[in-house]
Every structure is written in structure tokens, then in C-alpha cells.
């Protein structure tokens, strides 16, 4: 049987914006505006530190799957890498832990937008505390459960105008705050002291969570025009802009709350209103920056929360790793509608359980556990697959593989116990469901000529304008990245010429 997603109706929709943006929405949310913003409270200005290792240790990932996606462009990402690179078992390992972590993103970034939502309504002299943030939760996945089933296309533009909208707040919110920042809550380059290494560990896989789901755009490798092209370019371009904008929240969080408030961003569930508030910058900042995280950076995440996990599972159904029926596809909307009503009903259960930090421990332990495989897939795929024709190729790939998961299985050894059981339970279903249902349904593999189909080549026109718009990307998240890491040494540089 032919896995070619396009012969069964998948289209190749989304071009190098909208892969940016779908990574970046899924990427820039709850993370930087619920726990890893609230490090700031137990780190204080060191929070670049933890922000800057997490870029370093993301970029070789990055890179990676650029190569593996540009090679193997299909629905699924690093399912489809692990079952030809390694075997059914790991590639069922991965997709099951990347479900339950994309959807663990969504599901939080619902709460993050009833928390903003809640507080955004109170400058307006509206309290809605009598109703519980689980319930605008469930009603705000609903809609885009509704927007996703009704094509990707839809879903893409939608995608687009949340990104684009939440970066116009963005810039409109720095500019007005500038003027409010106190270069000496920075406290120069040095602080009184540090939680203990235990401590910082946890509070860096806090921190790398925010990058996690740089891979998005490669999960809907079979809807991305010229995909040998767009998806390195995309996860190139993206990696760098979440730290830009991780970089840029921390610094004005930091410059605007004074330190004797950092216990209470330590433990709020939407540090940056609550920072504001705490500083007294109630009004116009408030509204302003709840209206681009609430509407801009948490739709922007929940949206392609729930269209990438929707194709691993169409992925897995269509290769026998899951019942068939959740492999259908949709006769009119082409998009796998009965593996979005899923998706949906996880989001519900997560929901429930309104707790933020034990959603975000959950998904960054699955999400560093999918990408380990990932990292084997890679390595297997070099030996397997080794004549396969790679338009992209990482640097130093194979270091990049082995580096990655020595890093990334020290810092697991320091998350969450709770959520550490949960994503062992997680394993042990997936392997007893493998050999119970899996190992019997599975075909044969295909070949990749077969799996993949036929990837155009743009004409000379369509690659220069291709090649035109990546220059405008690349050279915009260079200064914007550049500005980021500068933007640090204002406080350091001012604090020298006033002594």
C-alpha cells in the first residue's frame, strides 16, 4: 500500500510564512508567559543565561531535523524518521510521547489565555473570577478544533494573522514601556547568590521548554510546498526568533518589577500581568500586553497544537501503529478530521486537571524523549538510508546526535518526579499497545519514493522569489536577535558610566 499523504488527500498548502509561523505559534506561548517567565522570580537577570544555553542546545536539533525533513518530507516528523532509521517500536515510542506533548502545549496555552483573558476584562472593570478558567479553556478548543477541521489552508492564514498580530502588540508594548525600565533593577552582571544546582537544573528544563516544538512545521511536511526547500529554512529562521522574543519579554519583565516583588512572579500563573500590576503599571500597559499574549502568542500556539499532533496520529493510522479509523480523511476539508476530534478530547482531559506546571513538566519530558529518537532516527538513517538524497545536510550532524542526547538526558534526570512517572507510564502503554495491536497491523515498509511522492522543484522564478523572501527572513531575525543579546549590555554599560 502507497503512504504517499498527498495520494490520500493531504495538500501541499503552506509555504516557508506559514511554517514559520506555525513553529513559532506553538513554540513562543505559554512557555516564555507562564513558567519560564516566572524563573525570573528565583534567577532574576541571569534568566539570559538559562535563555542563551537553551538556544545553544536547541540549534543542532534544529539543524538536524532540517536534514531529515528535507529528505522526508511527511506528515508525521519524527515517526517516519525512527520507523526507517530505527524500527516500529521507537518510531511508536516517539509519535506517542510527541501527541501527548504538543497537545500538553495546547492544553496549557488554553489555561494561560483563560488566566490573561481574566486579568485583561478586570482593567476594564469586569470580573469574571466566578467562572472557572478550565471552561474558557474547553470553549476556546473548541473553536479552533472547528478551525482545523475545516482545512489546513484555513488554518495556516489563521496561523499567520495570530503571529503577526501578537509581534505588532509586541513591538507597540516595548516601545511604550521603554521609557518605564529601571536599568538598576538589573543589578549589573552578578547576584547576591543562586538557588542550588538541583534547583537551577529544574528551573532550566523550565526555561528549554521554551523553545520546545521547533519542529512543528515538520510534522506537516506532506501539506508544505517545496519542502526541501522551506522546512531547513524555516527551523533555521525560527530558533533564533524564539530566543529574540524570549530574550526581549525577559528583559523588559526584569527591568520593570523591582526585586522585592520576585516572589510573587515565582508563583504566578501569568507573571507578566501580575509583575505589572505588582509595580503599579495597571491601565493601558496591562491591556495592551494581555491583548497580544491572549490573542496573538496563545492563539498562535493552540492552533498548530492541535493541527501537528492531528498528523502524527493521522500518520500512525494510516501506517497501522493506530486504528484505521483514525487515519480518515475529511472528502471536502482534505484535513484528518477524526484525528483532530481526538486531539480535542486529550486537550479536554488535560484541561481538567488545571495545573500549568504539571502540563508543562509533562510535555517537556516527552517532547526531550521524542527528540532523542529523533537524534537515534538520524543516526540510523545515515547507515540505512545512506545514498538518499539529502538537498539539506547538517553540520556536523552525528556529534550534533550524540551531544544532544548526553545533554538532554542530564538535564531529565532533574525534572519533575510526578510528571517523570507520567511519562514512564506513557512509555509502558505505548509498548504493551505495540505488541498487542501494532506488531500484528503493521505493513510492510513501502519505499521512500513511494511514501513520500513526487516533491517539484520550483521553476527558476518561483526559487528566486523563494530564495528573496528567506533573505528578508534571515536578515530581520539577525538584527532582531542581535538587538536581544544587546539589549543586555544597555543596564551593564550605564551602570559603568554612572559610577
Known amino acids: 500500500m502507497s503512504m504517499n499523504e498527498n495520494d490520500k488527500g493531504l495538500v501541499r498548502a503552506l509555504g516557508l510564512k506559514e511554517a514559520i509561523s506555525m513553529t513559532i505559534g506553538t513554540v513562543v506561548g505559554v512557555g516564555l508567559f507562564t513558567c519560564g517567565s516566572s524563573q525570573i522570580g528565583l534567577v ?48 511508536n515510542l516517539s509519535g506517542w510521547h510527541y501527541i501527548v506533548s504538543v497537545v500538553a502545549i495546547g492544553a496549557g496555552e488554553t489555561l494561560a489565555f483563560s488566566n490573561y483573558f481574566k486579568i485583561l476584562l478586570e482593567q476594564f472593570g469586569v470580573s469574571i473570577d466566578w467562572l472557572d ?54 543589578g549589573g552582571i552578578t547576584m547576591n547568590s543562586l538557588p542550588p544546582f538541583n534547583e537551577m537544573m529544574y528551573i532550566f528544563g523550565l526555561v528549554w521548554w521554551c523553545y520546545t516544538g521547533f519542529e512543528t512545521c515538520v510534522s506537516m511536511g506532506a501539506e508544505t510546498k517545496y519542502p526541501q526547500y522551506n522546512l531547513p529554512r524555516a527551523l533555521k529562521i525560527s530558533v533564533f526568533l524564539v530566543f529574540a522574543l524570549n530574550a526581549l519579554f525577559q528583559w523588559f519583565l526584569v527591568g520593570l518589577v523591582p526585586h ?30 494581555c491583548i497580544g499574549i491572549a490573542f496573538g502568542g496563545d492563539l498562535s500556539t493552540i492552533n498548530p497544537g492541535i493541527a501537528a499532533p492531528a498528523r502524527y496520529i493521522y500518520t500512525m493510522a494510516q501506517d497501522g501503529a493506530l486504528p484505521a479509523f483514525l487515519g480518515k480523511i475529511h472528502p471536502k476539508y482534505k484535513t484528518p478530521y477524526v484525528a483532530v476530534i481526538v486531539v ?18 509533562v510535555s517537556l519530558i516527552s517532547l526531550a524523549i521524542c527528540y532523542m529518537i529523533g537524534c537515534l ?30 545533554i538532554y538526558c ?49 521553476t527558476v522564478e518561483e526559487k528566486l522569489k523563494m530564495d528573496k523572501v528567506y533573505n528578508i527572513w534571515k536578515w530581520v531575525t539577525i538584527v532582531v536577535t542581535l538587538i536581544a543579546i544587546g539589549i543586555y549590555l544597555v543596564p551593564i554599560i550605564v551602570k559603568q558610566f554612572s559610577v
Open 260 to 289: 522585592d516583588f520576585y516572589g510573587l512572579l515565582a508563583v504566578a500563573d501569568a507573571p507578566y500581568a501580575e509583575g505589572l500590576k505588582a509595580a503599579g503599571l495597571i491601565g493601558f500597559p496591562i491591556i495592551l500586553l
Open 410 to 458: 542530564f538535564m531529565l534526570v532533574f525534572a519533575d518526579r510526578i510528571a517523570l512517572i507520567t511519562a514512564g507510564v506513557i512509555t509502558v502503554l505505548c509498548f504493551i499497545f505495540y505488541f498487542i495491536f501494532t506488531k500484528k497491523h503493521a505493513p510492510e515498509l513501502v519505499s521512500v519514493e513511494a511514501e513520500i511522492g513526487e516533491i517539484e522543484e520550483p
Open 133 to 186: 478558567s478550565r471552561i474558557i479553556a474547553i470553549v476556546l478548543v473548541a473553536i479552533f478544533l472547528v478551525l482545523n477541521f475545516r482545512g489546513i489552508e484555513q488554518s495556516g492564514k489563521a496561523q499567520t494573522g495570530f503571529m503577526f498580530f501578537f509581534w505588532a502588540c509586541s513591538i507597540a508594548w516595548f516601545m511604550y514601556m521603554i521609557p518605564k525600565v529601571h536599568v538598576e533593577y538589573f
Open 44 to 91: 532574576g537577570p541571569w534568566i539570559i543565561g538559562f535563555t542563551f544555553i537553551a538556544l545553544l542546545i536547541s540549534i543542532w536539533p534544529c539543524l538536524i531535523y532540517g536534514e531529515m525533513s528535507a529528505a522526508l518530507p511527511c506528515a508525521g516528523g519524527t515517526y517516519n524518521y525512527a520507523k526507517r532509521g530505527l524500527n516500529r517500536v521507537w518510531a
Open 344 to 361: 480535542g478530547v486529550i486537550n479536554f482531559i488535560l484541561i481538567a486537571t488545571g495545573s500549568i506546571d504539571y502540563i508543562a513538566s
Open 377 to 406: 532516527a538520524y543516526l540510523g538513517l545515515k547507515v540505512k538510508y545512506a545514498d538518499m538524497k539529502r538537498p539539506y545536510v547538517a553540520p556536523l550532524g552525528k556529534f550534533g546526535c550524540y551531544f544532544t542526547i548526553v
